[in-house]
Structure formats: C-alpha cells, structure tokens
C-alpha cells in the first residue's frame, strides 16, 4: 500500500505564493508519473501539472510561469510551488502517484486527501 499526505494549502491573498507538498509512503518499486489535480467547487478535477519519469513535466497553460513541479526522491515527497497566485486557483488540490509496487502486478494510482487553496482577490 502506499499512502499520500499532502500539506501547504491555506489563505493567501492574489498574487501571494503557497508550496504544497505531498509525502508518499509504503513500499513502492518504481514511480511513472507523478501528478497536481485542481478541483473547484461542482467542477471535475482537472490536472494542474505532472512529471513523468524519464520525460518530463507538463503544466496547464493558466498555470505555466506560475506554478512549478518539483520531487525529492530521498524525500519520497512532490512539490507545487504557486507563484502569483490568482482567485481562479482556489479550490482543493490533490496529488496523485501512478507506481508499480515492490510486489509487482499492474501500476496503481493512489491520491492525497486534497488540501483546500483559496485566494482572496
């Protein structure tokens, strides 16, 4: 099993920065990709920015120049750091982890609980 804990969201004012973070634990052969999902309220979770391994990192063009995507491996823990933040940003972000586990089988995908972002304007 792998568990996520995410952290970093809160209150900040437009234009303000936040760095949310996501710790994974458990045991866990290999990461594919690794991703930031934005959710507003009665709107679906849309991908806020991924890395993937061995490629790269993709953003959403709203968030390109602000937002970037960071990972430390002796950590086990991904980062977003949002920059110039925006009341649209608001909303809840979770993070997601696609892997293949120590005792094989098909890669799984397992989320955060999600940690709520709002930006007063």
């Known amino acids: 099993q792998v568990q996520l804990v995410e952290s970093g969201g809160g209150l900040v004012q437009a234009g303000g920065s936040l760095k949310l973070s996501c710790a994974a634990s458990g045991s866990f052969a290999t990461v594919n990709f690794m991703t930031w999902y934005h959710q507003r309220p009665r709107d679906q979770r849309e991908i806020v920015a991924s890395?993937?391994?061995?490629?790269?990192?993709t953003y959403r063009d709203s968030v390109k120049g602000r937002f970037t995507i960071s990972r430390d491996d002796a950590k086990n823990t991904l980062y977003l750091q949002m920059d110039n933040l925006q009341p649209e940003d608001t909303g809840i972000y979770y993070c997601?982890?696609?892997?293949?586990?120590?005792?094989?089988?098909?890669?799984?995908?397992?989320w955060g609980q999600g940690t709520q972002v709002t930006v007063s304007s």
């Open positions: 997601s982890f696609n892997v293949r586990l120590e005792t094989g089988g098909p890669a799984l995908t397992y």
């Open positions: 890395m993937i391994s061995g490629t790269g990192t």
